[in-house]
């Protein structure tokens, strides 16, 4: 056993006492952990705080984002008109299909019309959107400064509030007797230690990271998937839990992906590999040829279903080409577009057969029946006698240059996940509560986001369960 340095020791000169029996050991260093933590914290428990990452590294995929889903009853200062909950409600159904448990979800949305104030007294600064951000100044309170500027106020607020953690620290087991987390197994800093506490939040995120567990469910498409957020994410704790007989919830080959650009980096190249030229481009296979609508409806409602699709084509790989009038339309990319001034000469640089893409574009340009284009609604330019169809945004691509962009399936996150309860509470496959086991964020959410997803409800499950697993793991411990 080993006294080990933690964050605070830099300035205080403490350490960390692994001897010691904790009130509350959160698992995790991303937003959940952290909105357990200092909640805890704030109500008295003693808190030691695992993450797995290096300090550089902290923060896992709460790190990449940008905003969270709130409910509003009017204007604040960074949102628009309103967002009650009937509409959010009704928005979650619509995109799950039904897939998520009413109790916890209109819970969750209630919430978050309360947590603005906590956020900002932990330092979290906010903004309104900027434009190119999928339409969200209504519904999405945008972070000033990102993720990681939100990550680091919460790690500074626990620190100052004597929270104590552990960068570097996998935790391996959580040894369950009778519903009772006894003893927790972790490797910090390469060496394997056993650490106890009173109660344990889960709050480790999804299992995207560990490409040989969802290998399971797709097979060698796996190697041409691009992981968008950390690779720390490897599910250990899901399945030593799941395991154990935790009671899953979520559909284990379910996950957010989104097209991104195929020379993205393997694991966390972040937000900024996203492309949106879907909409206002063609989309096709390796074969050359179109295989979805790409104007099927609003791009924050489709943006979430291209990743899946890429996913399901040969090779795991698309194209999106589209000419000079659209190429002003989508956020800029991080890499530089493929350009030509033929088509032909585009799919070259794309390694494209010419004459097939040649084909596959006059096609679609002959079935493009003109209107009145309009790229902020579903206007009606759109095309006739092909398949798939084209709904809206379709014009014809015939204004060299002509631009082509290589997408890969980018997973955001998996769903499948712990059952809780409304305190936060893991369930056992008998459906009888943990006694002192909490999970929060990812590795809890296809409780409520069973399908599909909501852009901005991954924080806000975090942020509301975060505070409701500190909360019940400090008055667990302290009773
Ligand atoms: C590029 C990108 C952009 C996104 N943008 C948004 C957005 O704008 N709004 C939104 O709502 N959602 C967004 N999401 C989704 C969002 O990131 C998640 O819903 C949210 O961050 C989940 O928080 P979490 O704390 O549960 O998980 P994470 O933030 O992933 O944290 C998990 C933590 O657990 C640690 N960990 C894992 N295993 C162990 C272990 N065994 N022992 C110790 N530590 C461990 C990891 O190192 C990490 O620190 C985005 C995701 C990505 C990838």
């Known amino acids: 056993m080993r006294l080990v340095t933690c964050a605070r020791a830099v300035h205080i000169g403490a350490v960390v006492d692994l001897r010691r029996t904790y009130d509350v050991l959160v698992v995790g260093g991303g937003n959940a952990a952290l909105c357990a933590a200092v909640t805890a914290r704030e109500a008295g428990a003693t808190v030691l705080l695992l993450e797995h990452a290096p300090k550089a590294l902290r923060g896992g995929n709460s790190r990449h984002t940008r905003n969270f889903r709130a409910m509003h009853q009017a204007p604040t200062k960074v949102l628009t008109d309103a967002y009650l909950e009937d509409e959010y409600w009704d928005d979650l159904r619509r ?98 230690e056993t650490v106890r506490a009173r109660c344990v939040v889960a709050a480790s995120g999804g299992f995207q990271g560990n490409l040989d567990w969802m290998r399971q469910y797709w097979g060698d498409a796996v190697d041409n998937f691009v992981i968008r957020g950390t690779p720390y994410a490897k599910g250990v704790v899901l399945k030593n839990l799941l395991d154990q007989g935790a009671m899953p919830v979520g559909d284990a080959t379910q996950f957010h992906a989104v097209a991104l650009d195929a020379r993205s980096p393997k694991f966390d190249g972040g937000i900024v590999t996203r492309l949106d ?19 099927e409806d609003v791009w924050p409602k489709r943006y979430a279903i291209w990743g899946r699709l890429i996913a399901q084509e040969a090779g795991q790989i698309a194209y999106s080409v589209c000419d000079a009038k659209a190429f002003s339309l989508f956020m800029p990319s991080v890499f530089p577009a493929i350009r030509a001034d033929t088509i032909d000469e585009l799919a070259v640089r794309l390694g494209l057969d010419a004459a097939v893409l040649q084909a596959t574009v006059a096609e679609y340009n002959t079935a493009v029946r003109v209107g009145q ?23 014809r691509i015939d204004e060299p240059p002509f631009y082509g962009y ?25 459906g009888r509560p943990t006694g002192n086991l909490f999970a929060c964020g990812e590795i ?32 667990h411990a302290r009773n």
């Open 277 to 295: 030229s879907v909409p206002f481009s063609i989309v096709v296979n390796r074969t050359g040829a179109r295989f979805y609508d790409e104007g």
């Open 95 to 192: 995109v799950t299909g039904g897939n998520t448990d009413e109790p916890l979800a209109r819970m969750t949305i209630r919430a978050s019309a309360h947590v603005t104030p906590w956020m900002e007294a932990c330092g979290v600064r906010f903004q309104p959107s900027l434009a190119g951000t999928l339409n969200l100044s209504r519904t999405n309170a945008f972070f000033l400064g990102g993720g990681k500027a939100l990550v680091n106020a919460y790690f500074a607020t626990a620190a100052r509030l004597g929270v104590q953690v552990l960068y570097d620290t996998e935790v391996r087991t959580l040894t369950l007797d009778d519903g009772f987390v006894r003893e927790v197994g972790i490797v910090s800093k390469g060496f394997p």
């Open 373 to 395: 284009f309009d790229s902020t609604r579903l206007d009606d330019c759109r095309t006739e006698g092909i398949t798939p169809a084209k709904s809206h945004w379709a014009r």
């Open 406 to 430: 290589p997408l890969r399936p980018g997973i955001t996150f998996t769903y499948l996940g712990l059952k809780v309860n409304e305190q936060a509470r893991v369930l056992m496959q008998d």
């Open 444 to 475: 809890m959410a296809g409780n409520i986001l069973g399908r599909g997803y909501l852009a901005g409800f991954g924080m806000t499950i975090g942020t509301v369960f975060g505070r409701i697993a500190g909360q019940e793991a400090a008055r």
